[in-house]
């Protein structure tokens, strides 16, 4: 899942750090609270996901690739969705 992730995202620099799923977990609720982006110009929780999704869709990636990168998304939208109250 991690060499996926990183082909997800390769032209990202921080993808070299990234070496467990845990990390991986971290970069996708940092995405999906837009915390990369400035305050005034965040979109929410469920757009994040749904672009998300879209590059996941989109993707040169295996279906089972796909698969784990899509299902660690669906349970850090779950968390952070009750979390949050979306």
Do not use: G
Not at 50 to 77: G, P, V
């Amino acid at each position: 899942m991690i060499e996926a992730f990183r082909q997800l995202y390769k032209d990202r620099k921080s993808m070299d750090a990234i070496q467990t799923i845990e990390a991986i977990r971290t970069v996708i609720k940092s995405e999906l609270l837009d915390e990369f982006t400035h305050p005034r110009a965040r979109q929410s929780i469920e757009k994040k996901y749904a672009l998300a999704l879209e590059r996941i869709k989109n993707s040169n990636l295996s279906i089972n690739q796909k698969q784990m990168i899509l299902d660690a998304y669906f349970d850090e939208y779950t968390k952070l969705s009750t979390e949050y109250e979306i």
